[in-house]
Structures are given as structure tokens and as C-alpha cells.
């Protein structure tokens, strides 16, 4: 838990005045689709998560007057080797399936969907959108 939510809270603790100073700003955090509706057997990470967007809303609201924008992605079941769809079904036959089968696009996200979501928030074109837990989740959250 510290790691998700203490080390959110302390990164944001040490940019906040760089980018006082600079006048502007964008932080991303990371949080999850367990953030915004929790998961089961995962307690801890869900709390975790669900800090990590609480720390996010409230640091946007107490910035944004300084321009600096705070939001965070929360991410759905996404292939890396880290969520290996074909490794899952090695240690239990057909259980990428069944986590599958609950995301409305019946598929998981490739790291590059993430990858673009991130980039636009960090962006200008993104320049009014601040204190959101935007979901990457094929309609999971919907």
C-alpha cells in the first residue's frame, strides 16, 4: 500500500514546487480500475488505488489556480510481460478467457492504448481536464 499511496503522495510533494516555480505543470499518477470500483482478494491494492485518485482529485483542485493540472489513468488488464495472457493459461486452462469475457470489448488493452491515453493528458490538447480518473478499460468501468 505504501508504495501505491505514500510514494503518489510524495512525488507529488516534490514536484509541486518545481513547478510553482516554472509557472505550470502536469502531473499523471498511476491508479487502476480496482481505484474506481474495487476488485475481489485484492483489498490492499484496491485501497491503494482508491488513494491514488483521492491524493489526484485533491491536489488538482489546490493547483489548478497555479496552472498545474493533476489526473490519473486507470488501467484495465493490460498485455505486458508482467499480465501475460498466454502465461495465465499455462498455471489454469482458460482463465485469460474468462477475465476477458467480463471487459465489454472482449479484449485486453495493448500497452499503446495506454501509452496515447497518457501522452494526451499530458498534452495541450488536454489543457482544461484536471482532478479525472480516466479509465483505459474497453468499457469495464462503464
Same mark, same amino acid.
Given at each position: 500500500?505504501?508504495?501505491?499511496?505514500?510514494?503518489?503522495?510524495?512525488?507529488?510533494?516534490? &514536484?509541486?514546487?518545481?513547478?510553482?516555480? &516554472?509557472?505550470?505543470?502536469?502531473?499523471?499518477?498511476?491508479? +487502476?480500475?480496482?481505484?474506481?470500483?474495487?476488485?475481489?482478494?485484492?483489498?490492499?491494492?484496491?485501497?491503494?488505488?482508491?488513494?491514488? =485518485?483521492?491524493?489526484?482529485?485533491?491536489?488538482? =483542485? @489546490?493547483?489548478?489556480?497555479?496552472? =498545474?493540472?493533476?489526473?490519473?489513468?486507470?488501467?484495465?488488464?493490460?498485455?505486458?510481460?508482467?499480465?501475460?495472457?498466454? +502465461?495465465?493459461?499455462?498455471?489454469? @486452462?482458460?482463465?485469460? @478467457?474468462?477475465?476477458?469475457?467480463?471487459?465489454?470489448?472482449?479484449?485486453?488493452?495493448?500497452?499503446?492504448? &495506454?501509452?496515447?491515453?497518457?501522452?494526451?493528458?499530458? +498534452?495541450? @490538447?488536454?489543457?482544461?481536464?484536471?482532478? &479525472?480518473?480516466?479509465?483505459?478499460?474497453?468499457?469495464?468501468?462503464?
Amino acid at each position: 500500500m505504501s508504495v501505491n499511496s505514500s510514494g503518489v503522495f510524495y512525488c507529488i510533494k516534490t &514536484q509541486i514546487p518545481i513547478m510553482l516555480k &516554472q509557472g505550470k505543470g502536469v502531473i499523471l499518477n498511476t491508479s +487502476s480500475i480496482a481505484g474506481i470500483r474495487g476488485l475481489p482478494n485484492a483489498i490492499a491494492y484496491s485501497a491503494s488505488k482508491h488513494a491514488v =485518485i483521492g491524493i489526484t482529485k485533491t491536489a488538482a =483542485i @489546490e493547483y489548478a489556480k497555479n496552472n =498545474i493540472r493533476v489526473n490519473a489513468l486507470c488501467p484495465v488488464f493490460t498485455i505486458t510481460p508482467m499480465f501475460d495472457p498466454e +502465461s495465465m493459461d499455462k498455471l489454469k @486452462e482458460g482463465i485469460s @478467457e474468462k477475465i476477458k469475457a467480463n471487459v465489454p470489448m472482449k479484449r485486453f488493452a495493448n500497452v499503446m492504448e &495506454q501509452v496515447n491515453t497518457m501522452l494526451w493528458l499530458c +498534452s495541450d @490538447e488536454a489543457s482544461f481536464i484536471t482532478g &479525472q480518473a480516466i479509465s483505459v478499460d474497453g468499457g469495464l468501468t462503464a
